[in-house]
């Protein structure tokens, strides 16, 4: 935590960016060099309760090596896929500002198999994808007084920005919704430096549905099957 002198004092010497760093909830991870490559020695590697990984991008490609301790703490957490890791590799004092690019589970286990790490340039907008927070479903007009059912049509979405302004999530107010309504990608209130990607070339044909409150589906039997349904039920004189 930071007292107020010193956030002043980092405020007049810092960038921007080193400032957002700075006030971030930091994850670390860390990870060490791995030269023992292949299906095998990945194989031996989760035997050791240890994963491979690797990080790209701004440079050349390191092959990991990561102890499933470090992952298992945030790979239920959401925020952990729209954050700045903090990678540490063999120590090293500065850690690569990196970002959770691919992530694979292991087929029946609680571990992840591998992971793919990007490193982050601070000037360059990035493409992420976001999770999407429903308020007010509840309390909306078609589901309160019209009894409808909601539809999650998208729960995430594809944003465009600077690794700064990467939203932990997007919130989508649903609380005046009527029945048969619906919420689109051009509805969402997005965070200032935050756009769609699908809509990043003005093309209102890709305003896909996020949202909708629909009337539950009636079944009416057909006359013609419920014809001798009733004749089956009728009671014989």
């Known amino acids: ?36 490559l292949g299906k095998g020695a990945s194989r031996r590697l989760r035997l050791t309760e ?7 991008g701004s440079g050349d490609p390191i092959s990991l090596t990561i102890d499933q301790r470090e992952i298992r703490p945030h790979v239920d957490n959401e925020v952990f896929y729209a954050s700045i890791v903090d990678l540490v590799i063999d120590g090293k004092k500065k850690a690569e500002k990196v970002i959770v690019r691919d992530i694979q589970h292991h087929p029946f286990k609680v571990d992840v198999a591998h992971i793919d790490f990007q490193r982050v340039d601070a000037k360059k ?22 009894g409808g059912l909601v539809s999650h049509v998208l729960n995430e979405v594809e944003v465009i920005c600077l690794p700064k ?17 619906a919420v689109h990608l051009t509805d969402l209130k997005m965070p200032k430096g935050v756009e769609l990607a699908a809509l990043s070339h003005g093309d209102e044909n890709h305003d896909t549905t996020v949202f909708s409150i629909h009337a539950p589906k009636v079944v009416v039997a057909d006359e013609d099957d419920a014809a001798p349904a009733a004749e089956e039920a009728a009671p014989e004189e």
């Open 50 to 56: 240890h994963m491979p990984a690797i990080v790209y």
């Open 165 to 181: 302004d990467i939203p932990e999530f997007i919130e989508v107010d649903v609380s005046a919704i009527e029945l048969g309504g």
């Open 125 to 146: 907008p990035m493409h992420m994808t976001v999770q999407l927070h429903f308020m007010g479903e509840d309390i909306a007009p078609g589901v309160k007084i019209g």
């Open 1 to 36: 935590m930071y007292n107020s002198r010193s956030f002043f004092a980092l405020a007049l010497v810092a960038s921007p960016w080193q400032v957002y760093l700075e006030l971030q909830m930091a994850i670390t991870i860390n990870a060490v060099t791995r030269t023992d």
